[in-house]
Every structure is written in C-alpha cells, then in structure tokens.
C-alpha cells in the first residue's frame, strides 16, 4: 500500500511517503515560509523521487492537529485538493499520536507536548502495553504546563516544540521525572502519518471530505471574537491558498 503523509500542524513542515510499510521518503523543512508556499512543492518533489506519480497512491494520511490553526487548514486544504481531484482516499491522525508514536517501546510514561500559546500546551499522555501497543490514555487537551506536571509520578518522556519553551520550567517542576527526546523527535514526520494512516486505510476508517476539519482542541481568538459578537451563529469558513497557481496541476499531470 503507498500511502502520502502530511503534517503542517507547526513551522516544521513534512512530507512523507511509505509503501508496503517500508519507508521511502520523510521530508521535514523547519523554516519560517509559509506551508502554502511551500507544501505543493514538498509533494512534488517526494514523489517526483520516489518515481510514484500521484495516481498510484492508495491514500492520503493528513494530521489533523492540534497545532497551528492556520498550518492545518493549509493542509487540510491541500489534502482536499488532491482528493478531490483524483478520488484517492483520505484518512487523519491526531498531532499528538504521531509524536508519541515516534518514541521506540518504553516502559516510561510518555507525553508529546505542543506550544499553544498563551502560556499553554497541547499535550495528551501514553504508555506502551503489552505486545508493544501505545495507547493514550488521557483526553487531549490545552493546558498550562503547570497544571500539567500535578499530574505526572513518574519518569516520563517529553517531546513537541512545547518542549524548546518549556524545557528548564519542566526539569525544575519534575526534576529528575522529565526525559527529554532527541530534537528530531520534536517535529512530526510525515512518515509516521502515512504509517497511522496506513492502519486506518486498512481498517476502512476513511474520512468524508465534506465534513473534514482540523481537532483544534480550543477555539482561535477569531472564533471566539465571532461567538461574542454573534451568539447564535456558526463561525464562517475561511478559504486558503494552498500554493502557487499551477502547482496542483503539475502534482496532478506528474511524470516522476
């Protein structure tokens, strides 16, 4: 099964593409341009490399957040884009999953974090159970990184852009309870995207593209501002440029 997979729920945007369960591409660029400027052209190069034209994919794995709202429309967007025009099926994994996913079998308590700003994180916790199945057990939520340590005993394993801003709060509320993984680690892989997302293809839990949308987990300033001021009125949705004109088309019409 060749499945894409996407993330731009933070600055690090990555793309990665795995067939069979063997991995063939991950491509991560942590730079301050924008996903639209740049997620079209990330595509085209994973694919034009691994000699697969967008046609042969048998799925579309898009994290769905939580993380940078405007990050995850983008990408949602482009991933509706795709599927819209070439029937291939979609499926989404939670932000928090992937990280979690990315840290190898441990009897340590694991917990992926995500600046949320405004002095809170994203953050949810898992552990390894037998037959080395990772399981969340806790709900995702936006918390204040010292509520968040009342909850901890344990060693446990920390990871997510939160951490670059929460590291010295974290090992001073904790001491020698917080691990801290690898920086590569930090960012999601687009690789363990298509790898969750291939489980999910398989299972046939694929996702119906009208009602598509990113798990925010708290609303934006702009929802909230539109809730005070129009309280009987669903928020509008907002269009976004996924890319260059042109761009899509040339994913579309590839010759890899």
């Not at 060749?2 to 660029?29: M, P, R, W």
């Not at 730079?31 to 799925?59: P, Y």
């Not at 308590?109 to 916790?125: G, M, N, S, T």
């Not at 037959?131 to 901890?152: F, G, M």
């Amino acid at each position: 099964m060749k499945v894409l997979g996407i993330d731009t729920s933070t600055s690090c945007g990555s793309v990665g593409f795995i067939d069979n369960q063997e991995l063939i591409a991950d491509y991560l660029l942590n730079i301050s341009v924008t996903h639209s400027e740049r997620l079209l052209g990330a595509i085209e190069w994973v694919l034009n490399q691994a000699r697969c034209d967008i046609k042969n994919i048998d799925g579309l794995a898009i994290s769905l957040g939580p993380g940078s709202f405007t990050g995850l429309r983008i990408g949602i967007s482009t991933i509706k884009g795709l599927a819209f025009a070439t029937g291939i099926p979609v499926v989404g994994v939670s932000t928090l999953d992937v990280l979690a996913s990315q840290i190898a079998p441990t009897p340590y308590l694991i917990c992926p974090i995500l600046d949320a700003r405004k002095q809170e994180v994203y953050a949810a916790f898992y552990r390894y159970q037998q037959r080395n199945t990772l399981k969340r057990i806790s709900p995702y939520q936006a918390i204040r990184p010292e509520d968040l340590v009342k909850n901890i005993k344990e060693e446990t394993i920390f990871l997510g852009n939160g951490v670059k801003t929460y590291k010295n709060s974290l090992q001073s509320s904790l001491s020698s309870f917080a691990i801290f993984s690898p920086t590569c680690l930090h960012f999601c892989h687009g690789s363990m995207v298509a790898e969750l997302g291939s489980d999910l293809l398989r299972e046939g839990k694929t996702l119906d593209l009208a009602t598509l949308v990113p798990i925010y987990i708290r609303p934006s300033e702009a929802e909230k501002k539109w809730q005070e001021t129009y309280p009987d009125c669903n928020p509008p949705s907002f269009g976004y440029k996924t890319g260059p004109a042109g761009m899509l088309e040339k994913i579309l019409e590839g010759e890899p």
